[in-house]
Every structure is written in structure tokens, then in C-alpha cells.
């Protein structure tokens, strides 16, 4: 998964990395369908942390990294609660 032998990818960029290739598939799809389908596949198939997480990545950054269709479909993903503490 990682780009750079030398590199190891921490939890975040992994991420990122997971929603950029969501988009990339959903590129193909006709732009009205594209952002719902990556919405949808994100809704569907990631752990409410993991969507927490890239939550926690948008706030923190304004989605540095992400692809301009993750942060489109950003506005139709289930966004879990924070964790109690």
C-alpha cells in the first residue's frame, strides 16, 4: 500500500489513501452519480471509526491530501458521533 519503499504509511495516510482510490473507480462514473457513489461506498464498507477518523482528518486539515470528489461526497457520509470520553 505504500508509495515509497522507504516509507511506511501511518493510519491517516491510509486513509486517505483508501478514499482517494474509491474516487478514483467512482471517476468513471457520470459526475451527478460520482460523489453519491463514494459517499455510499464509504457508508457501506468502512468501520464508523474509520469514517470518524477521516472526519477528524477533515476537520483538522480541510481534507489536505484527499481528492476534490472525496470532498465533495464528504456532505453525504454518515459521520458517527465523537467516542464518549
Given at each position: 500500500?505504500?508509495?515509497?519503499?522507504?516509507?511506511?504509511?501511518?493510519?491517516?495516510?491510509?486513509?486517505?489513501?483508501?478514499?482517494?482510490?474509491?474516487?478514483?473507480?467512482?471517476r468513471?462514473?457520470?459526475?451527478d452519480?460520482?460523489?453519491?457513489?463514494?459517499?455510499?461506498?464509504?457508508?457501506?464498507?468502512?468501520?464508523?471509526?474509520?469514517?470518524?477518523?477521516?472526519?477528524?482528518?477533515?476537520?483538522?486539515?480541510?481534507?489536505?491530501?484527499?481528492?476534490?470528489?472525496?470532498?465533495?461526497?464528504?456532505?453525504?457520509?454518515?459521520?458517527?458521533?465523537?467516542?464518549?470520553?
Open positions: 500500500m505504500s508509495h515509497d519503499a522507504g516509507h511506511t504509511m501511518n493510519t491517516d495516510e491510509k486513509l486517505v489513501y483508501m478514499a482517494n482510490q474509491i474516487a478514483s473507480f467512482f468513471a462514473m457520470p459526475e452519480e460520482a460523489a453519491s457513489g463514494v459517499a455510499r461506498h464509504i457508508n457501506d464498507f468502512w468501520d464508523p471509526r474509520m469514517r470518524r477518523r477521516l472526519r477528524d482528518i477533515l476537520d483538522a486539515g480541510g481534507g489536505k491530501g484527499l481528492s476534490p470528489l472525496v470532498l465533495e461526497a464528504s456532505d453525504q457520509i454518515r459521520w458517527p458521533q465523537a467516542a464518549a470520553g
